[in-house]
């Protein structure tokens, strides 16, 4: 799996297959436009490629450990084709945050869908 810096400060975990998938397609985006240079910057060289151990653990590296604030309780979550790996009083905020737009955003992001 690859660990990487996510949005709102939680982590990204893909598996290398979709990982492989991100990179292909960013690699065919214009290199002459900043966001695709400052995201793929930034999502690149965070990038940590890990392995669970026996006991099915992964360690998360401190760099992106910190970036995360995970100290003491995580929360992980299913994002589709990744999980997001989140400190859990951040969690608990975005998702109190975000519980209104939640209801109004599915006629937006999935019209048809649900």
């Given at each position: 799996?690859?660990?990487?810096?996510?949005?709102?400060?939680?982590?990204?975990?893909?598996?290398v297959?979709e990982?492989?998938?991100?990179?292909?397609?960013?690699?065919?985006?214009?290199?002459t436009?900043?966001?695709?240079?400052?995201?793929?910057?930034?999502?690149?060289?965070?990038?940590?490629?890990?392995?669970?151990?026996?006991q099915?653990?992964?360690t998360?590296?401190?760099?992106?450990?910190?970036?995360?604030g995970l100290?003491?309780?995580?929360?992980?979550?299913?994002?589709?084709?990744?999980?997001?790996?989140?400190d859990?009083?951040?969690?608990?905020e975005y998702?109190?945050?975000?519980?209104?737009?939640f209801?109004?955003?599915?006629?937006?992001?999935?019209?048809?869908?649900?």
């Open positions: 799996m690859v660990i990487t810096k996510g949005q709102e400060r939680c982590l990204y975990v893909f598996p297959a990982f492989s998938r991100i990179t292909d397609a960013l690699s065919s985006a214009p290199v436009a900043k966001a695709v240079r400052d995201y793929s910057r930034v999502l690149f060289a965070s990038a940590s490629d890990e392995s669970c151990d026996k099915g653990r992964v998360v590296p401190p760099k992106l450990r910190e970036y995360a100290d003491r309780d995580c929360v992980v979550i299913g994002a589709n084709t990744r999980l997001e790996i989140w859990a009083a951040a969690w608990s998702e109190t945050d975000q519980e209104q737009a209801s109004q955003l599915s006629e937006e992001v999935l019209p048809g869908v649900l």
